[in-house]
């Protein structure tokens, strides 16, 4: 009794004098993390932060909202200067363009001479919407653009060019690819740099709106890789060829990759796990940790069809919107959002996800900026911090004490140590952690170097040889408290841009590591760990 007492006693103090912006007034419960950090679990990108841009026009509505506004790739304001900062910040952002519509898309190219025309509303088509065309002039100028953000461009094709669509919704017949082997030869001759190019959107397996068997995108993905080798002979590095960019089905993922041989490098499955953006209980499933352990299956399930292919193709989550159909407004768009966004991009590089792509960078409800203003979201600042402070090591990381905590754990980028994160999904108890290490840690003092081999776990913060060091905090909380709000706080202080478009520094504070690790109820924090050196991070 006399324990708990003094430990409450310890946590308040730190409140009020070094963490008051984090902490109200809610119980208080012991955690554990621990991490093995003999060997990493999964390697991802150096930019597994991902976003998306859609082709969807203003008239794209569900439910009755019309979310799109101009945000399609096609109409998109590229002189707005938060725009280009957003993206610049990344240096660089991987940006795949594409969704729905690219199945429907003509490329004005310089041996098409039919007129380029817009798509039209038209309810009686599929995907509602009749064909339409990417202009040259357009290209060009998104081009110039991707080159002065620095973005890192990925490119989706339309798979459905030449082929008709049975009544089963089957769709037949080989890829026509000279339309897009016609942009892919104009990209190479203007010298714009791309990525990859992906073929098709939501075509495999029971497909939406459409299929196509995995035999026949086998055959097609293996024409796409045949065009992009010729095309980019003299070129390198020679762009991604990626497929099939769509949901999941073992089976059918399981057919592709084997009879593409090596013709492709990168394996896309899509997102949308939470359900329609009309949904009333979006909150109520994100918070769900049960809920939220439900997607672990696809991860684990498309890691397994990789190793036992014998394949060199990596996966990446190549869109990934939490619910399907825009969205919900004040949801995904909203501080409660980065409780899913997080965890999912923690658990997918668990599974040696290489790229997770976000719908969307900007358009509808879950977009990482604001439609019509541009201002970043909150999930925006989430994933920027994720790209700065997570590098390309997973940890293998679990927490007891709560399971209510999210927690996850990456060698730092571009500096020593670890970072760490932990996601609070309870809303009345506030977490004090300890850390647990197992195997060998190499410590990093301040004024030499030493390597110490212990056997048993090493617990942070109660080892002296360490206490003179700091470890930074980045702390997440809503404005107001208030898990709908568009406004997010990095350790207490709202983050805004400023008058001239500049993203916010995302600035941590300092603790001493003899200061117990402390979560706000419904707060995230990342901690960066300098002074901890793991064999998987040597």
Known sequence: MGSLFLQKRVLVWICLFSLRFICGYSE??????????????????????????DWWPPEKCDYGTCAWDHASFLNLDLNN???????????????????????????????????????????????????????????????????KSGASIIFGLNALYGRSVHPDGLSVGAWDSSNAESLIRYTVKKG?????????????????GTRVAADQYASDTTALYKIVLDAYKNFEPRPLVIAPGG????????????KTG????????HIYNLGPGRD?????????????????DTFSKLQNVLKTSGTSVVAWVGEAGGAYNSGRDHVTNAFVFSF??????GMSAAYDTKAYCRQTLIGGNYGLLNTTTFVPNPDYYSALLWHRLMGRNVLSTSFSGSKKIRAYAHCAKQSRGITLLLINLDGNTTISANVAFNGTLLHHRKHSHHSHK??????????????SNTRQEYHLTAKDGDLQSQTMLLNGKPLAIDSSGNIPPLEPIFVNSTEPLTVAPFSIVFVHIPYVILPACS
């Open 81 to 147: 200067i938060i725009f280009l900062n957003a993206i610049k910040a990344f240096s660089p952002l991987k940006i795949r363009l594409g969704g729905t519509l690219q199945d429907k898309v003509i490329y004005q190219t310089e041996d098409h001479k039919q007129p380029c025309v817009s798509f039209v509303k038209n309810a009686s088509e599929m995907f509602g919407f009749t064909p339409g065309c990417l202009p040259l002039s357009r290209w060009d100028e998104l081009n110039a653009f991707f080159n």
């Open 280 to 296: 009333e209980h979006l909150v109520d499933k994100i918070l769900d940790p049960s809920y939220l352990d439900g997607e672990a």
């Open 28 to 53: 208080v419960a012991q955690g554990s993390v621990f991490i093995d950090g003999k060997n990493a679990i999964g390697k991802t990108d150096n930019n597994f932060i991902c976003a998306t841009l």
């Open 262 to 269: 090596k013709s492709f490098d990168v394996a896309t499955h």
């Open 247 to 258: 949901f999941f089905d073992e089976g059918w993922f399981r057919e592709l990759i084997n």
């Open 454 to 467: 212990k056997s048993s776990s090493i617990r942070l913060p109660k080892s002296r040889k360490i206490a």
């Open 192 to 208: 714009y740099s791309i990525h990859g190019w992906e073929l098709g959107n939501e075509l495999c397996g029971s497909g939406v």
């Open 340 to 345: 899913w966004y997080l965890d999912q991009l």
